[in-house]
């Protein structure tokens, strides 16, 4: 018999619980998203056995693998957020149903504070699939256990060793949570024979059949940062987990017995959660990803004039989405033009990334190899980050992109046939497919033609320690590359150098340019009013006078304010994006 | 209670119903199936031009324990039926609906004992638009030498500085089994490399493992010995191993290795060392020393190789680079130099080959168990050949010391190589498949050091090396099995390293 009237469980089941899938769509999707595209371009899931087999060989990697399928969906962020908070609402209902399973009719407080941590966890966007999976697989066995009839309930001591093989650590919460109900229906011999019985397939594992550090087989595929660093949080989550048994057979009967009206305040719970989980959510939204990663977005799109004026829009300081941004400007051949228009690291870690064991670094560095044309390079990062990481659908990109370029076709089509095991880069596959064993399409092609062109020049040792130095044997080799034409005179710009810079004026003319770029001008208009050198003959290019007096200007204004920097730099605002302004207070 | 009675009733007969119409689905599909895989029935066309088929199998000479050499027929058709006879005797018969064969290992073994010293011969026909087309036939002769029943092997990403997953494979040459013997990841991705036995024998086995667990584990009497092998007297660590026939010594080469990437050319990285000489390790003694062939250190020594007999060690030798060398000038002469084993003396080196002087550099002499021919990798320039697309193996009669190609090369690299412990069979590296992972290939050796047409390592899955990315190296045959497991290796890890102590002689 329902002893909850229709009405009130709507009100304090249903309800809130539709509310929390709704509002986690809505907010993972309209306001997270970042989360889903950084996941889904973190990793790549692949059909067929053999990527399956490859997770087989540890504890915990078939869990590993649905994590991967399940971000593989991220592809699509509405999908991701459905997922997620499905997932959210699954665990919810499972808590709720295991307390009512124990005797707690409304066990609502604990469900809807778990569903509202684990959704706030989501909320940091290194928090991955595995774990929401992974404690949902362990709730759904042990509602099994429950619904099972005493005598069966040996299958749970029988299949924790394949548990752990399957979901690996998380197995623990099932084991934990199993104990905790065992020794409450004082069933000492179930508990201690579960034990038991992972114990020995722990070992033999260890000891027979897993290449893995012991550590790792104890952890696995649990890790600190696959929650984000949320370890409290996360913790208390374990925690809460384990002892559902015993907090759905406690009553705090001072709380039981405030009503309103007929209803118990308790039953009201889920909202006051809501509202608070609401609150929470808001404020961890982390604004400074969400514009880094709408930029890399962007970038992979190839949108370099809707990434610029994004950035244009909305400055940032972050290193990585202005090294985006500076590459970017040099495809679309505006970087010596607008470089001071953004903010500008004096080190050139805007401009490049040094070789560093770091992830996002060896993901991202390689494009800038790509852009001037060092194919070999470019394709060296892309590969050593699949070692140390993984594919990832951009890297798998990159990697077949500069195979077709060197014409590499044999491999190129091992990389292909990667990609086109991926549920959602099926099309891309069949779009590089078309240049395999064909250097025609491969010339004809504006993106791949470009680099190869740039490509074919002679041999030098790449630097990837101090990525300046590659820019002038680029240039020897080919004075009219002018995506490394820029680079160099950007590169020269951070160094002050305005010797450099001019005597790089006629390679610019070589380069076949009309009209000196924006900021390289007015280096150019110092190098020159200052009497810093002698000026190099110029067949072609022509100084802009308007740029003459705009530095007059400025000048004048400058030595005003000289004395007080801060004023200097309040006065001199309308020069922000010149060359004149970074040397001056840089 | 009727109308319970009649629900259960209904019930069952639905899903009797249900079961039987699946069951008829799955007969029909049977059905189909069988009458879909046909072969010739008499009359067919012919096409005159080889059959292409992947790998390439064809008129190669093959030993009788050979896993079966499953392929796939590379020729578009509807439906493929292949017909395999023995010289003396046997048959296989194999229809396929999308051009791949694989055989029956019980089928396949027996077939090849039936025809030792002959010729099994294949005819591929080939359904398209529902007439047969049959292709010239050809065949391989089954040799009555073995090979060794083990191919041991490190499989790793084909990349430059970075490593995640390593592992040393062995892999049964009589079947497709293969297991891990070690993997990096047993003791945290330290780098495990240069797995070498004696004789081909995994009772005297070593590897390197390098990073925080570091040392040279050795396989004694079932249990591993971890050693730190570097001493104070040594500016480098003992790398390339070669064991001594008498299982006593084990030689190395002492190298500083320095690596850096081309921007341009296809070839994207260039190995080579900055100096090296060589060491010997007293294994019963626990002693390493010098071998003392270069006391002014003016050249560059590394890659030892034992003759057969244990009385000479060869050797690769480059004048010693100076601070502003360029890479392409180094090149290697192969040396060797007489050893007493018993004394554990060394006399004055001599030249063997003058590689140099042809403008070439040589790595990696190998000696035939018989010690009569010895193989080595020949290339431009440098010791790194598995990154020299031009790199080829030849052979050097040490009887007469006639240096001759070998017939198994390809245009791309071919490298690491070791011979059978009967001198017959020799595997090697190859690119030839796509120019960047080397494949095991192995050739049949004469008793003139002729080799013949290589095939490549057989896998069950014949389109497996177009799928996979990582790449074999330094496949080594083995007589017998390495039995280790992830505790014994992580306990050996954990064990205090046994410093080998300096001598001089």
Known sequence: MNSVPNKTKTVTRFLPAALLFLFATVFLYRFTDYIFFYQEKSSLFQTGFSFLQQHLDRPGGFLEYLGKLQIAFYYYPFVGAFIVSAQLLLIVWLISGIGKKLGAENFLFLPFLTGALLFYLQTNYQYQAINNLGILVQLLLFWVLLNSKPKYEWWVVILLPAIYFLFGSFSVLLLGITTVYFLLQKSWVKSALSWISLAIFFWIGKEFLFFYTTDSLFVFPFSVTTIGGQVVLFGLVILLLLFVPVFAKIRIEAIERIKFRQLKLAMFSPYLILALLAVAVFQNIDEKSKHYFHTEKLFYEQKYDELIRYNYDEPTKNKLTLFLNNVALAETGRLADSFFKFRQSDDGSTLFLKWQNINQFIRLGGYYYYAIGVINEAQRWAYEYTVIYGYTPETLKMLIKTELIKGNYETAEKYISILDRSLFYKNEAHHFRKFLNDDAAVWSDKELGKKKQQDSNPDFFVKSDMPWLNLLPVLDADSNNPIALQYELSWLMLQKDMKGIVELLPALENAGLKKIPKNVEEAVVTYKLLRVGEMPELQQLQIDPETEQRFQRYYQIYQQTRSNKGKAQIALREFADTYWYYVFFN | ?505
């Open chain 2, 1 to 505: 209670m009727i109308l319970l009675i009649s629900g259960f009733a209904i019930n069952a007969i639905i899903k009797l119903t249900m079961s039987l119409r699946y069951h008829l689905i799955y007969f029909v599909g049977l059905l189909f199936l069988f009458s879909c895989v046909s072969k010739p029935n008499g009359e067919f066309s012919k096409n005159n031009n080889p059959v292409k088929i992947y790998p390439d199998y064809t008129e190669v000479i093959i030993p009788v324990n050979i896993a079966p050499l499953n392929f796939l027929v590379e020729e578009a058709g509807d439906a493929y039926y292949l017909s395999i006879s023995g010289e003396k005797a046997g048959s296989i018969a194999v229809s396929s609906r999308d051009g791949q064969f694989r055989f029956s290992e019980k089928k396949w073994k027996k077939l090849l004992g039936e025809n030792l010293g002959a010729k099994i011969s294949y005819q591929i026909s080939v359904k398209m638009e529902g007439k047969w087309i049959q292709y010239p036939a050809f065949s391989n002769t089954v040799s009555f030498e073995k090979v060794d029943p083990f191919l041991y092997y490190r499989l790793l990403y084909p990349g430059y500085e970075s490593w995640t997953e390593l592992s040393i494979v062995q892999r049964s040459l009589e079947s497709f089994k293969e297991k891990t013997v070690i993997q990096n990841n047993v003791v945290g991705q330290n780098c495990v490399n240069c797995h070498a036995f004696n004789n081909r024998n995994a009772d005297d086995f070593m590897f390197h493992m390098r990073g925080n667990l570091g040392g040279t584990y050795f396989v004694e009497d079932g249990d591993l010995k971890k050693v730190n092998l570097k001493t104070k007297e040594m500016n480098n660590g003992a790398v390339y191993p070669r064991w001594h026939p008498s299982g006593k010594y084990v030689a190395f080469s002492s190298n500083k290795v320095v690596q850096q990437f081309h921007a341009k050319e296809n070839k994207k990285i260039e190995v080579s060392d900055l100096n090296s000489s060589l060491v010997l390790y007293d294994v019963d003694e626990n002693e390493i020393m010098q071998v003392p062939v270069d006391p002014e250190k003016q050249f560059m020594d590394t890659y030892p190789e034992w003759s057969a007999d244990g009385r000479f060690l060869y050797f690769c030798r480059a004048a010693q680079i100076a601070e502003n060398y360029d890479y392409r000038d180094i090149k290697y002469d192969l040396y060797r130099v007489a050893f007493d084993p018993e004394q554990r003396k060394f006399s004055e080196p001599e030249l063997v080959l003058d590689a140099a002087t042809l403008g070439k550099s040589v790595s990696f002499p190998r000696i035939a168990p018989a010690g009569n021919v010895l193989i080595f990798t020949l290339h431009d320039y440098g010791c790194f050949s598995i990154w020299h697309k031009e790199a080829d193996l030849y052979s050097v009669n040490l009887g007469n010391l006639e240096v001759k190609k070998c017939g198994n090369n390809s245009d791309f690299t071919e490298s690491y190589h070791s011979w059978s412990s009967n001198s017959k069979w020799l595997v090697f590296s190859s690119k030839r498949g796509d120019g960047l992972t080397a494949r095991p290939y192995i050739s049949f050796v004469d008793e003139n050091g002729v080799t013949s047409k290589p095939f490549v390592l057989p896998q069950k899955d014949p389109g497996f090396y177009r799928e996979f990315v990582k790449t074999f190296n330094i496949p080594e045959f083995a007589k017998t099995d390495v039995e280790l497991t992830p505790g014994e290796i992580r306990e050996a890890a954990g064990k205090e390293v046994i410093q080998a102590q300096w001598a001089t002689n």
